[in-house]
């Protein structure tokens, strides 16, 4: 069928969630994670160090060379510098060799018929592979996850070499920070000549209902035989477990060397995934000498151009945000437990989805929103055929640079695309693929002649009228109608979508006809105009601001299913005018934390009762006397620190009918206003030191106290990945305002770095490895690698108890 024709997309589906480890990504084979004893080299004028073409072969000599684990991005661990470029956080890109020794008994792997390959979850960029010098393959994305066959260049003595060259050294190829080298895990794997297909494993739910549901399984197999002439066929046993472990179907089939079948399983009484509870199976699939294990999750999608969105087949609003790749002072090298602490409280705040902005994440992520319950929306890429801006002295300030990933286009988005889909596919969390963002930004490259018509319509910078000199934007429909084909060659059980900028350029292109389900970024003024004109297009907001007007074109429109905030997260790059190091439009800052902002955004997504109380000195007149017209705020410090007497505005972001404000426990304020721009409570009141308090209607309070001057140190761990620092009071309050360095000592643990959230911040990054920062908002966070020792940790400052 047309499913661009049809008013409303049903996809009903099973797909599977993979383990946290390779074999659920590669889906063959035995796989073994070799992060450990990796040798490192930045080859760079300021390292005084140069490049060999011998940094490759086996006999090189590395033992001069930084030792290190993976994940690792170095571009993080360089100094912050104004001559370097904003869209990059003022970092260094360059160029870098990664050598690693593996031992691997060639002469027992051929008499068994083992082959080994070598898989990458990500590299940036233009990584050249290489065993025992032998040059293996590039792969120009620093995105995407690839696997090689190193079996031919095995060494007979059985020392082998990886040698891995990273190439970053068009380093503002990016809008925002990508990072530099091999910053997600790299994996061993083993396995038959004859074995499961890298990838190969898919299914596709037939139907459901209460008391079963009907599943097709691919099974897919590759032959790595250097002879194939010998016809080979194998008996393949399929397998679906519950949580408990308990086998609920099963079937078997014969499959030969190199081929793809479909079995059927019947599960009875199926449990669905939900966001409230995202139940997950394990599929099973086995041949004789392989096996491949990954979850599944079973659900129903169904998108509608007049009622919007339905999981399972209960209609709701998709409470989303987009995040990048980086974690603060980590940069892009981040685990899993730092990514598992933000989407929890994300998901705290009421978000229900996240889009992969602006590229494939690392695996780890989707694993996580699998066991959560978050909905996923995966992205390709953010440019095609031809380069985007790049700020460099600030965003959307100065003269950009060209630089860009337009460079392997048009040699590799297909295999790209193609990639994304088959490596993701198996994740119940994902639910709509999108092949690009803002590809179609006026002007950026791409233009029209409906740009001579105004600003009607446009909601971001067109940088003039139509241009006729540059790449016609009717280009980019033909090129969405290719990628799109590949997705649904691939998955046809997910739609297709795409972020567009310009929709009303776009709107004069195949672009929005030839995708599903079409994103608006920054246009709710189109929310309704486009709905009459095109009655047929499924809308959503695919990237929005944090103001209520936004939400409310969601919350009041049935036919907009939902909206993704930009950000849930501040992240790297895209930086201001220096000192900056990056962008401040999370929910969460760099140290994870939850802002103000993100407890406003609780307050209009979350079911649960909520409260939060912030303040703001009121402005004063020239006689002296406060104005009381001031505004309220998203952004109000949950402070209460100021001089005796002084007007003070509080603001209450709460999702109550009201609520009342107490000062050290007599009633103040009165019945709150209300503002009708944003919703929020407030009064105005004269500041008295002590405990103010409010208590919502719902039951839900939030209290701030007057503190006193730093007087120790709180440390606080989960035992995992992260050591809280705070500056207290001698009454163990937190000191909002305090900003003293911190000397902090780990043992049993290694220390990956030390963040304060502070956006402005620019010592971070080269301190990377060190174990000082100052506290920004009287905390910090420090995160480590736990080891199999006892954990000591003493967190000291000057003129504080330690």
């Not at 889906?27 to 940094?55: C, H, Y």
């Not at 060639?106 to 960029?125: L, S």
């Not at 050249?128 to 095995?154: H, M, Q, W």
């Not at 596709?204 to 194939?228: C, F």
Request: hydrophobic residues 35%; proline residues 5%.
């Amino acid at each position: 069928m047309n499913i661009i024709t049809r008013k409303r997309i049903n996809y009903l589906f099973l797909l599977l969630a993979c383990f946290g480890k390779a074999q659920g990504q590669v889906s063959f084979g035995q796989a073994e994670k070799i992060d450990n004893d990796w040798s490192f080299l930045r080859v760079d004028s300021t390292t005084n160090s140069f490049e060999s073409p011998k940094m490759r072969d086996a006999a090189f000599d590395d033992s001069r060379w930084r030792r290190l684990s993976l994940p690792h991005d170095w571009s993080v661990e360089t100094p912050m510098s104004p001559d370097k470029g904003s869209c990059q956080a003022y970092l260094t890109g360059g160029i870098g060799w990664y050598r690693k020794h593996l031992t691997i008994d060639k002469k027992a792997a051929e008499t068994e018929g083992i082959r080994h390959y070598v898989y990458f979850e990500g590299v940036y960029n233009y990584s050249e592979v290489y065993v025992n010098g032998k040059f293996l393959g590039l792969r120009p994305s620093g995105f995407a996850s690839f696997l090689y066959d190193i079996t031919p260049y095995l060494s007979d003595n059985g020392d082998n070499i990886i040698a891995v060259r990273v190439n970053h050294s068009q380093e503002y190829d990016s809008r925002w920070y990508t990072g530099s080298g091999i910053y997600r895990h790299v994996w061993l794997v083993k396995a038959p000549e004859v074995h499961l297909s890298q990838w190969g494993t898919a299914y596709r739910l037939v139907n459901i209902n209460k008391s079963k549901a009907v599943i097709e399984v691919d099974v897919e197999t590759t032959d790595d035989r250097t002879d194939k002439t010998k016809a080979l066929t194998q008996k393949a046993v399929i397998e679906l477990t519950d949580a408990s472990g308990n086998v609920v179907a099963s079937t078997q089939t014969t499959i030969g060397a190199q081929e793809k079948k479909t079995v059927t399983l019947t599960v009875k009484n199926p449990q669905r995934w939900t966001l409230e509870k995202p139940y997950l199976y394990t599929l099973t699939t086995k041949l004789p000498n392989d096996k491949s294990v990954v979850k599944a999750g079973l659900r129903t999608l169904e998108f509608s151009a007049d009622k919007g969105f339905a999981l399972n087949g209960q209609w709701m609003k998709i409470k989303g945000v987009c995040l990048h790749d980086d974690a603060g002072v980590l940069g892009t090298a981040v685990p899993k437990a730092v990514w598992e602490r933000r989407l929890k409280e994300l998901k705290a705040i009421g978000v229900n989805a996240i889009r992969m902005s602006h590229n494939p994440h690392a695996p780890e992520l989707y694993d996580l929103c699998d066991e959560i319950g978050l909905l996923v929306m995966d992205e390709a890429s953010d440019e095609w055929e031809f380069p985007k801006r790049k700020w460099m002295r600030g965003w959307n300030n100065g003269k950009p640079e060209y630089q860009g990933t337009y460079t392997y286009f048009n040699e590799w988005i297909d295999r790209d695309v193609a990639d994304m889909v088959r490596r993701d596919r198996c994740h119940p969390s994902i639910f709509l693929w999108s092949i690009g963002n803002e590809v179609d930004y006026p002007n950026d490259p791409y233009s029209h002649p409906v740009l001579d018509g105004g600003t009607n319509g446009f909601t971001q910078p067109m940088y003039g009228g139509y241009h006729p000199n540059q790449p016609n934007a009717e280009r980019i429909g033909h090129i969405a109608k290719r990628l799109a084909a590949i997705v649904k060659g691939i998955d046809p059980s997910r739609p297709t979508t795409g972020a567009l900028a310009g929709v009303v350029m776009s709107n004069e292109t195949l672009y929005p006809s030839v995708i599903d389900v079409v994103g608006y970024n920054y246009t709710e003024s189109r929310y309704a105009e486009d709905h009459k004109t095109y009655p047929k297009r499924i809308i959503y907001g695919s990237e929005n601001r944090h103001d209520l007007n936004a939400w409310k074109a969601v919350r009041d429109n049935e036919h907009i299913f939902g909206q993704f905030l930009w950000t849930g997260t501040d992240y790297l790059g895209e930086a201001g005018q220096w000192p900056s190091r990056g962008m401040t439009t999370g929910l969460l800052d760099m140290a994870g934390q939850r802002k103000p902002l993100g407890w406003y955004r609780a307050a209009l997504w979350s079911d649960k009762p909520t409260c939060y109380i912030g303040s703001s000195p009121l402005p004063r007149q020239k006689d002296g006397r406060s104005r009381r017209q001031a505004g309220v705020s998203p952004y109000a410090s949950d402070t209460w620190n100021y001089m005796e007497g002084q007007s003070v505005r509080v603001v209450c972001y709460t999702n109550a009918k009201s609520a009342r404000l107490f000062l050290n426990g007599k009633p103040v304020g009165g019945a709150p206003q209300r503002d009708k721009g944003s919703d929020i409570l407030f009064w105005d009141i004269d500041y008295e030191p002590g405990t103010l308090r409010c208590e919502a209607d719902n039951g839900a309070s939030y209290e701030i106290k007057t503190t006193k001057e730093p007087y120790a140190l709180r440390v606080t761990t989960d035992s995992v990945a992260h050591i809280f620092v705070e500056v207290i009071d001698e009454d163990g309050n937190l000191v909002k305002n305090a900003d003293n360095e911190i000397t902090l000592m780990v043992r049993g643990a290694r220390l990956l770095g030390m963040e304060n959230g502070n956006p402005n911040d620019t010592s971070i990054a080269g301190n990377k490895r060190g174990n000082r920062l100052r506290v920004f908002g009287g905390r910090l966070v420090a995160y480590i690698q736990p080891g199999n020792e006892k954990l000591y940790i003493r967190a000291s400052s000057p003129w504080l108890k330690d």
